[in-house]
């Protein structure tokens, strides 16, 4: 099943990067709404409960698998729990203290059965929820297996795909609303384009913000400043070829999102976190977190392209896997259906000191 932002033209309908890769997609469960306010939001979660319960009640499956916290995500895991539909979680222990998802991605842990973890630290999490051992698993993060498995794009490969000059060192920018804070995306987004203004030798690739409240006062900024520089492109998804490509040949990544936390420490790249959208993530060493202030990402700009800050990260080990999860999640899913291991009856596990 597809949903959310893989349908909107909006945000590059990315479905068809799904099926490009010969992945069939039983059911489209178009939910999202014309605006990005909360109340859209919440209409959203509404009209996807209705549309997978009602996919769910024709289908019949085995077992519901889902990755992450958004809103969509959370519509899906209701409905196939009222359906008593076994749940499998990616990636449950996690937080964000800046964003709703953290909302969102704790309610779907308590509603799932199985529980994959990127870390130890979350598996622990996850457990001291309730949720019994034999049933929570650490098997590294998906977007680390990207890394290590796929065949990326030579750098020409990718200048001539995005048609952007790449023989100039530049960053890769993304920057997401802080949901659980009020009005502050665009004073933010400002204070971002204000110190990238202020910083010589770089251009920058934008990529523009998922479906959250308010994205679209920070698209508008982005495409704004785009026009106006020549250094300076902006797409509204790359997909994650292009995208890991990108990454893998930056100079460093800038931003709010979880692939600067996740991915990008794999690259063994800097990455510059702005605010308190991923704040309460387990960091690597080349993560450099700041406020979301000119001269306090300036500073840390500057420290991400010291070449003292480069040869303290250069041989680091990211904190999320070793690349093979996918087959420890299939081989465990595959284990619990085969030997009809699925009670749904769950007990609540008491931590004990």
């Given at each position: ?167 100039r060192p530049y960053a890769l920018v993304t920057f997401h609303p802080v949901t659980l804070e009020k009005d502050t995306s665009t004073k933010q987004i400002e204070e971002i384009l204000s110190a990238?203004?202020?910083?010589n030798g770089l251009n920058y690739i934008f990529t523009k913000v998922n479906a959250d409240a308010n994205g679209r006062a920070i698209n508008n900024k982005i495409g704004a400043y785009c026009e ?104 465990v899913i595959k284990d619990f259906l085969d030997n009809d291991k699925i009670n749904l009856k769950k007990s609540f596990y008491d931590v004990r000191e």
């Amino acid at each position: 099943m597809a949903t959310g932002m893989h349908l909107s033209e909006d945000f590059g309908l990315t479905y068809k990067e799904i099926e490009s890769d010969g992945i069939f997609i039983d059911a489209k469960i178009d939910v999202l709404q014309n605006d990005d306010s909360n109340k859209a939001m919440s209409k959203a979660i509404g009209i996807g409960v209705i549309g997978f319960a009602e996919y769910f009640d024709r289908n019949q499956p085995d077992m519901v698998i889902v990755l992450g916290d958004r809103f969509e995500i959370f519509s899906a895991v209701i409905a196939a729990s009222v359906a008593c539909i076994p749940i499998a979680h990616l990636y449950g222990g996690e937080t964000t203290e800046g964003a709703i998802d953290e909302f969102f991605r704790h309610s779907i842990s308590k509603m799932s059965y199985l529980h994959f973890t990127s870390t130890e630290q979350y598996r622990q999490r996850v457990i001291n929820m309730g949720e019994t051992p034999d049933r929570v698993f650490n098997v590294g993060a998906i977007g680390v297996e990207n890394i290590l498995s796929m065949p990326l794009l030579t750098k020409d490969e990718l200048a001539r795909s995005i048609s952007f000059d790449l023989n100039r060192p530049y960053a890769l920018v993304t920057f997401h609303p802080v949901t659980l804070e009020k009005d502050t995306s665009t004073k933010q987004i400002e204070e971002i384009l204000s110190a990238l203004d202020e910083t010589n030798g770089l251009n920058y690739i934008f990529t523009k913000v998922n479906a959250d409240a308010n994205g679209r006062a920070i698209n508008n900024k982005i495409g704004a400043y785009c026009e106006e520089k020549e250094n300076a492109i902006a797409f509204t998804s790359m997909g994650v070829l292009r995208y890991l490509s990108a990454m893998k040949y930056c100079e460093m990544v800038i931003g709010n999102s979880s692939s600067g936390i996740m991915e990008t420490p794999s690259f063994k790249k800097p990455t510059i976190n702005i605010g308190d959208r991923q704040k309460g993530r387990i960091c690597a060493k080349s993560v450099i977190s700041c406020e979301p202030e000119k001269h306090a990402i300036i500073k840390s700009i500057d420290k991400a392209r010291s070449q003292q800050f480069l040869q303290e990260i250069a041989n680091q080990i990211s904190p999320y896997g070793d690349g093979k999860t996918s087959k420890k999640i299939v081989a465990v899913i595959k284990d619990f259906l085969d030997n009809d291991k699925i009670n749904l009856k769950k007990s609540f596990y008491d931590v004990r000191e």
